[in-house]
């Protein structure tokens, strides 16, 4: 007989309150082959795509489909062609979203998008970090072509829309790290002093006219935009407050259409950034990924970045996911919510 | 007596038949102070800019307008800060949109934006390549992110739309130099041939679905896409026809609205090249413009690169320039249209 394992899913987009929202049930365990990893989860992140998926089912479907890509957990099986890590290392991904989720005993993911997990950092610590790292990294490092050398962005500007929620508490140390002049968007006392304390060096109210608001702060422009929320509403000024030939790089999609030509008398690059795009696609740099994850497993460890978690649930079952996902759905989480095993 | 000078421009929009559209006129000539240089010109290339600038007045001027940007002739002063030329050479630029055109006896011109004119070529065949080069250079080269180096492309593709027109001509070439496979797009018999001629590999008919000619060519997707017209007419194709992760850049404008959306699952780079940027915000890597005209011209000697010029008036006077606008307004234009003086 299979083996079994429990799983927390939907099979319909119901509103969060309702239990059968999200539920518990028994599904096969399943086997590592391939580059596949099987990893015996001890924690997972909640994050805005678990409810975007969730939500966007539009009829009922079939059997219980498994969310949450995020995801710490000790190796229990390799893949005939996994080669990269052994049984019973910790490791932390984010994983592929066209794949069954974390929130389960059990995930299978391809040891090409997963990184050793940080050692002196806790469980809980290092469970929040991997999803929004990979978004912050790839946006900084790869889209917005930063070269990580502190000292070659010695004078430049970043602009990021959102610093305090999950990809902006660790995109703010990022760009710190890499020795940019980092401003950062928040709205409430609470939200200033955690951006504050990530990495920014000023904060702007994202509730006001961002360009008047730059301008104040003494910026009549920057290099670099990272848009984290809200690009329909941000679009204008994130047109006037970009540097001719500067870049812009936004996560969240747009629901109007946005009027690219703004952009064109400054010749500015404007790049979208999903972190699954390279595993939805298979893509050849999909290892990039691996090697993400071990840098900021080691900066973690050593004190360059600090996690990002804000709030712990415990254990991993159904009642405490649909919490997290009621937070979440509030769109004003400080940092990461993680729910240990 | 200040000393005067011939030149041609416009006090209103008129229809090109006209001949009030573009007049010759006396002014004064010009002095160069700073960083410029006073060039007596010795032809001048036409292009679709010189139209929409025509054809943008809302209101008749007080004082004619001289347009055109594209010129070659000799060094005959050299302001106090000049360093880079010596009077008596012959150079080859584009400009200052911002500032009074090629369509005259002398131009100023910033030298952070000059060329040495190549030395094997005529007059007219090294006038036909300063613009087009710079468009097709920054886009490539600095907007798409090619590295010029012919090895490092090997494999990789790149679609240029509307590869017969005068960018698209030169952007042929610099792309097959850099080592890419060039799938241009052309319709007519000759376009067809000019592009197999001028550096492209392959041929699709952008009359027809794109994306259906790429997919009979052989080829699901492309690493890179140049748009040289119709972006409003080609924006789906161009996002179904590009790599995930691939680069987009265009040079014209969009009348609608465009979904950019249609990008993100791709996590797709999009980016306006207007070569006049630079120079219009005065950017401290203005003399960039310089550095890549010196290589064009070099590339011209080498033979590496060919000139763009189809058709060549003479002189210079409003009845050839109403001419060459006619033809540029046709939209069908093969390579380049100089004016000897």
């Not at 290392?89 to 989720?101: D, I, K, L, M, T």
């Not at 993911?109 to 610590?125: C, F, N, T, W, Y």
């Not at 709205?187 to 955690?194: H, I, L, N």
């Not at 405490?320 to 240990?340: C, D, F």
């Amino acid at each position: 007989m299979d083996e079994t394992m429990k799983a927390i899913g939907f099979l319909q987009n119901l509103p969060i309150a309702d239990e059968k929202s999200l539920f518990e049930f028994e599904t096969k365990k399943p086997k590592a082959t391939g580059h596949d990893l099987l990893v015996k989860i001890e924690a997972i992140a909640v994050n805005p795509i678990d409810v975007s998926i969730r939500k966007s089912a539009t009829k009922k479907l079939k059997n219980p489909r498994i969310i949450g890509w995020d995801a710490l957990g000790v190796v229990e099986g390799c893949g005939e062609e996994a080669t990269l890590f052994k049984r019973g290392e910790r490791v932390f991904y984010a994983g592929a979203v066209n794949r069954p989720g974390c929130n389960a005993d059990y995930q299978l993911v391809d040891e090409r998008l997963v990184g050793h997990a940080p050692q002196k950092l806790s469980i809980v610590q290092s469970a929040a970090m991997p999803l929004t790292s990979l978004t912050a990294w790839e946006s900084l490092f790869e889209k917005l072509g930063i070269n990580p050398d502190a000292q070659i962005n010695k004078g430049k500007t970043i602009l990021i829309i959102n610093g305090a929620g999950g990809v902006g508490s660790i995109a703010t140390q990022l760009a710190h790290w890499a020795g940019l002049q980092v401003i950062a968007t928040a709205s409430r006392p609470e939200t200033v002093k955690w951006t504050l304390e990530h990495g920014a060096d000023e904060v702007l109210n994202h509730h006001k006219n961002l360009t008047e608001e730059l301008r104040k702060a003494g910026h009549q422009s920057v290099d670099y935009i990272l848009g984290l929320n809200d690009i329909d509403g941000h679009w204008k000024e994130m047109a006037e407050m970009i540097k001719p030939q500067g870049k812009i790089v936004s996560i969240t999609g747009n629901k109007q259409p946005l009027d690219l030509g703004l952009l064109k008398p400054k010749s500015a690059t404007f790049s979208w950034e999903w972190m699954y795009t390279k595993s939805f696609y298979q893509l050849s740099n999909m290892i990039t990924q691996h090697e993400t994850l071990e840098k900021i497993s080691a900066l973690l460890d050593e004190g360059v970045l600090k996690s990002t978690v804000t709030k712990v649930f415990e254990p991993l079952n159904a009642a405490n996911l649909r919490q997290a996902h009621k937070m979440i759905e509030t769109n004003r989480t400080i940092g990461k919510i993680v729910i240990r095993k």
